[in-house]
């Protein structure tokens, strides 16, 4: 293997630092209590059976949650579905790092009488909402924390398996707010068939269009792209592109609390300010106006910014209706080459850039290496790069460029892209001061989070005929670096 230079050489053995402390003062946060308490991997799916026909669901056993969110006091309904009619049992597990396990069991519900629910028809937009009968309910008890909470559904009939996913929010102080892109994971979901913001029956043929909605009232199906892994069944996109970064945060012991988008469009910028920083993870595509207006907000309040993530604030989406979406506009207009793939989107809204430092560019899929082009920034403090050493893959599937005129702005790593039609695009990393000493960090990339750990289960994807290499100690110092000047260590 031929490497330009010897730092790159040695930065590119693999290194997983998950559960060695990078700070200092990791010792008692909530976080870091909670993650001493025992866990398990029996979190994981064992046996799952997909539908020939419908191939990214299980009619065998299938499930939603009446709420994405969830503050401890509240109740939340499951309603199942199994075939045959059976018995079924849900296990609760919270989320975390647990000594590497990447879980801890909470509760186990059940066994409740279950029956199989009707598949709904669509409706003139294309709308499924199942309004199931709920099989079992749940009042989250003030003990638990907050966290992404996977519940595991289990028949009698048959050892057929698949997940229910909800979070619990709190509204406690906190130093970071961890939000889960729950607005994205609904619309890709294709569940029961062909079911998602991608399929529609526009006479352009274009994917991105309006008019079209889905809704929170039905299981998550498999997840369709990108990496076939039926441990998505159910849980949207959180276990591919979010849970590595929250099983290193708390293997950290960082002090954190999880959100859904529609907490942050319903709370407002009061709801991230009792925050020091917030992220945004993975694949966080799909945003509210009013969402946008609350973190720009909250931005001049102070409160530092994340964009762990890609393609992130890319359409304005229209939650009017509860529990319902519909993609409306694009951030900052339809752009010179988007054209081909976007119509009918007649929402204004201001640039995504003027939030994130940077904006999802076209061609917006492509896979490429992540370059340092500012050592001697900050950002890149104990992590031994020099200019042009690279982290191999770690750009993808979708990254942000073209930055914004805002004074102060850096671009700290760039390069190029290559998708499977061999076209190149680009991308630049930036960040740039906030008015109150605060920073905007945009890390341009899905993949950065699998930098940072492989926790169980997890598989690293394979797109655009390029992959990211799993965890690696410079991604884990820079995000380590960020965090420390946020919190003020």
Known sequence: MNYPNRRQALWTVPAALAGTPLIAAAADTPVARENRLPG???????????????????????????????????????????????????????????QGTGARRMTTLGPFDTVTQPTPARDPRRLRDCAWKPSFSLEIPASWPSGVYLGKLSSDKHRFQSYVTFIVVEDRKCDLLFQCSTNTWQAYNKWPLADSLY?????????????????????????????????????????LWEFPFAHWLESQGYDACYCANEDVHTGGADFIARAKGFLSVGHDEYWTRKQYDACLEAVKRGVNFGFFSGNSVCFVVDDSVPRELERVGRYGGIRPGEEQYMEDLPVQAPSEALLMGAQTVSPFNGSGDWVCVKPEHWLFAGTGMAKGDRIPGLVGWEFHGDPAPIPGLEVVAKGTTINSGNQPSHYEATIYPGPKGNTVFNASTIFWAMGLSNPPGHILPFVHDGRPHGPDPRVQRITANVLKRWLGG
């Not at 299938?62 to 075939?83: K, L």
């Open 40 to 98: 398990t991997t029996d979190w994981q799916l064992t046996y799952v059976k997909f539908d020939g026909k419908e191939k990214y669901r299980s009619r065998l056993i299938e499930g939603y949650c009446s709420r994405t969110s969830v503050r401890p006091g509240q109740t939340i309904t499951f309603q199942v579905s199994t075939e045959p009619a059976g018995r079924c049992t849900l296990e609760i597990f919270r989320m975390g790092y647990y």
């Open 199 to 239: 399929d529609n029956d526009h006479p352009s043929k274009k994917p991105l269009v309006s008019g079209v909605r889905v809704s929170f009232n039905r299981p998550y199906a498999r997840y369709p792209q990108v990496v076939d892994h039926s441990l998505s069944l159910g849980t949207g996109e959180f276990l």
